[in-house]
């Protein structure tokens, strides 16, 4: 074989194997959800039970403890509104729609809003 053709088969073995692994990385579920994975120093309940339970759990402690003040603030979206503009409205800022959508999991991918849809906005 010429050294031509033998470099030509490397370098296609190469690239169809860094092609594999970029697949098999994106196919694992969205960005979001990985990105999520990855920086969440939490536990991320599985099932709606579990929520149940972690929540049940959180208002125990609250009632336990009558010093802790928890207010919940729900924005319920307009028509035309973009979680760019919610951030802004309560933040200041319109680059902190990871706080809002870390909250809300109900959130799509695209980060496309409903009219009517309700979410909670952190402190």
Request: hydrophobic share 30%; glycine share 4%; proline share 4%.
């Amino acid at each position: 074989m010429s050294k031509d053709l033998k470099t030509g088969m490397i370098i296609g073995v190469v690239l169809l194997i860094a092609a594999t692994l970029m697949i098999s990385f994106l196919s694992k579920g969205s960005l979001r959800s990985r990105l999520k994975d990855k920086f969440n120093t939490g536990t991320t309940p599985t099932s709606p039970d579990d929520s149940d339970k972690e929540q049940n759990s959180a208002d125990k402690k609250n009632t336990d403890d009558e010093t802790t003040q928890s207010t919940e603030t729900i924005h319920i979206v307009t028509d035309g509104e973009t979680i760019n503009e919610i951030a802004e409205k309560y933040y200041d800022n319109r680059m902190m729609i990871n706080k809002i959508v870390d909250e809300n999991p109900h959130i799509p991918d695209d980060y496309k809003l409903k009219t009517g849809m309700k979410l909670k906005i952190p402190e």
